[in-house]
């Protein structure tokens, strides 16, 4: 159950949309939400005074920010201004004050913005090892509207059959239990390679037997993953999915199913594994409308 969670802002619109969310589940949990900006250091030629002024500002901003949502939060909010590098003193952060979950806005696809709230999810997203459930705004920056509930009623986990991957099912189950969500298991192959033969059909033949025999594996492993699941009272269905490139199928397969989440794990910087899950994670980061959890598991 969650006890604490880190909401980083930097006095925009856009990092509040983070918001909604993290005070919809302190409410469903009692957490304390912990808000917290980044001050990186002026350049030394700055005029005297200005690095005060600028933590000042910070430190308000918070203040009024904590006034306002105090009441729809489930349990107590508390706010930190900390000088540093943005994404070092992010990680320090979470670690000091034991997060459970991280809640963060971040940019999709060819978005722009001045707020460090895009490239820095990215960063800090490959250097966390808590999970971070990340937010996309929508297009505009308009303020967010902090008071209506959010829910989540069906949630997308990409599997590959490697136990990295699997390390995001009990991260996504705690989160969906607080909702009553459904679950919709997706693996997905990638086209099959072809295969040498100087014989045409038989070259045919035998691309039809491996994918055949990938999509049994596929469907029997998935079916093994949803009883965990079933077996803890959850809704479960599964797919697999054959498509040129993962991401892509990922994506494709929420909307098409209706998903209004989606859970997976990612590789950490400098990783190196055969699982779908680490180019394929910022794939689905930069193209997803709805929120993603992504959770890096430790090495």
């Avoid at 430190?59 to 930190?80: F, M, P, V």
């Avoid at 199913?257 to 989606?262: E, L, P, T």
Wanted: charged residues 25%; negative net charge.
């Amino acid at each position: 159950m969650y006890r604490l969670i880190l909401v980083p802002l930097d006095g925009s619109h856009f990092a509040e949309y983070a918001l909604p969310l993290a005070l919809t589940l302190s409410r469903r949990t009692k957490a304390k939400v912990h808000l917290l900006t980044v001050q990186e250091p002026l350049p030394t030629r700055s005029p005297e005074g200005w690095e005060e002024a600028a933590r000042d500002w910070h430190q308000s901003y918070l203040d009024d920010l904590a006034i306002r949502i105090r009441e729809l939060a489930g349990g107590e909010i508390t706010t930190k201004v900390r000088m540093g590098h943005v994404v070092d003193s992010l990680q320090a952060e979470a670690e000091v004050q034991e997060a459970d979950l991280v809640v963060m806005a971040t940019h999709g696809r060819g978005a722009l913005s001045r707020a460090w709230m895009g490239a820095i999810a990215d960063s800090f997203i490959r250097h966390t090892d808590r999970p971070v459930l990340v937010v996309r705004p929508p297009e505009g920056g308009a303020e967010v509207a902090l008071e209506p509930d959010r829910t989540i009623s069906k949630v997308l986990l990409p599997l590959d059959g490697t136990e990295v991957a699997e390390r995001i099912i009990d991260h996504a189950a705690e989160l969906g239990s607080l909702f009553g969500a459904a679950y919709h298991l997706v693996q997905v192959l990638p086209f099959p390679k072809g295969f040498k033969s100087p014989y045409p059909p038989h070259m045919i033949e035998m691309n039809r037997e491996s994918v055949a025999e990938s999509r049994k594996e596929a469907e029997d492993y998935l079916h093994a993953q949803a009883l965990r699941l079933r077996a803890q009272g959850f809704s479960v269905d599964t797919v697999v999915v054959e498509v040129g490139q993962a991401g892509h199928g990922i994506l494709t397969e929420a909307e098409e199913a209706g998903c209004d989440f989606i859970a997976m794990a990612t590789h950490g910087r400098g990783t190196i594994a055969r699982t779908l899950l680490g180019s394929t994670a910022d794939k689905v980061l930069r193209g997803a409308h709805i929120p993603v959890l992504l959770y890096r598991p430790r090495d």
